[in-house]
């Protein structure tokens, strides 16, 4: 069986202390759960630092992920949590339906929400 090529997303809202912490945590946490993983590799973290969440637009990783995405370049999106990914809910959606209909699976850990052929 072929590794999943994953990657994950991380937003933080603003430049504060805590803030950049918790991107730091964020993707130390990713890093630490791919590593050495034998059915996933960690192909790229995309972060967006000190934007809201309120735009996908306006969120230049975001749009990155989404180019890649539609490239082909990976299997697999893991976040945090759905409000990480976006707070504007008819782009979330809009965005997890075009990532399905790719075949790209979106996985919002906190809320153990996954949108793949294994969900």
């Known amino acids: 069986m072929a590794r999943k090529r994953v990657v994950a997303y991380v937003r933080v809202s603003s430049s504060s202390k805590a803030q950049i912490h918790s991107y730091e945590f964020q993707e ?6 791919f590593d050495g993983d034998p059915n996933n590799e960690l192909v790229h973290i995309y972060a967006d630092r000190g934007i809201s969440g309120c735009s996908a637009y306006k969120r230049p990783e975001f749009m990155k992920m989404l180019q890649d995405a539609r490239a082909g370049q990976f299997d697999t999106i893991h976040t945090k949590s759905v409000s990480r990914f976006a707070r504007n809910t008819v782009e979330l959606l809009d965005a997890v339906r075009e990532l399905r209909d790719m075949g790209v699976e979106v996985i919002f850990e906190k809320e153990y929400i996954q949108n793949g052929e294994n969900a």
């Open 28 to 33: 130390q946490y990713w890093r630490g759960k």
